[in-house]
């Protein structure tokens, strides 16, 4: 596809469980992001990867929180033993370069109940 | 890393312009200003962004005050389809640091 795209859309999950959130970024984009928005707030920057390295992770809430790029293209975001505060939107961005427009995705919907 | 400042929201007619502001006090000499727009159930869309001189583009234009510590993005005719929240953000090296944005109301 043109754009970048995520999956699934939505997730529901019970506390304690894992999840993965998956990001196809725009083919040939090096740089890639992920933010988490919580309802009615701006984003939250969580990490960025720059082809296949993670040059910044400190946006990550804690250490249950993962994430990994191969091939320099798909991420995935892995959150483990999910808490109810963990329930947000996870948005997925790529740019072609570090300094460049980053386009979104629509997001993955986690509920956490 | 001090965030933007906006007002949370704003009302409009259709069809006519439309400036939102945002102040930006603490903004480096090498912080870009973007703005972006989201759609409710929607990812943020790019609009428009300046480092020092005002802009202009198809969505848009970007008024940057000389001293850099705010912007207004203009919207020149308003219509329906415009209604979203209007994030002013800083772009610092790769990183995106947002605001709580503005949520524009247009009225037909």
């Known amino acids: 596809g043109a754009g970048v795209s995520q999956s699934p859309s939505n997730k529901v999950t019970e506390k304690g469980k894992d999840v993965e959130l998956r990001c196809d970024p725009i083919?040939?984009?090096?740089?890639l992001y992920w933010y988490r928005q919580s309802l009615g707030q701006g984003l939250e920057f969580l990490i960025y990867f720059q082809g296949n390295s993670a040059p910044d992770k400190s946006g990550l809430p804690s250490d249950r929180f993962s994430a990994e790029r191969t091939g320099g293209s798909v991420s995935t975001l892995t959150i483990q033993r999910t808490q109810q505060e963990d329930s947000a939107v996870y948005l997925c961005?790529?740019?072609?370069?570090?300094?460049?427009?980053?386009?979104f995705g629509p997001g993955t919907r986690l509920t956490v109940l | 890393d001090a965030k933007t400042t906006q007002p949370n929201s704003m009302e409009s007619n259709e069809e006519e312009p439309v400036h939102l502001p945002c102040n930006h006090s603490t903004i480096s000499g090498t912080d870009y200003i973007h703005w972006y727009r989201q759609l409710p159930s929607q990812g943020p869309e790019y609009v428009i962004h300046?480092?020092?001189?005002?802009v202009n583009n198809r969505m848009a234009s970007l008024a940057i005050a000389e001293d850099r510590k705010s912007s207004t993005l203009i919207l020149h005719r308003a219509t329906l389809r415009d209604a979203a929240v209007y994030y002013c953000i800083r772009h610092s090296n790769y990183q995106l640091i947002w605001g709580a944005g503005t949520k524009l109301i247009i009225k037909p």
């Open positions: 961005a790529s740019s072609l370069g570090q300094k460049d427009t980053q386009y």
């Open positions: 300046g480092l020092t001189s005002n």
């Open positions: 083919s040939g984009h090096t740089a």
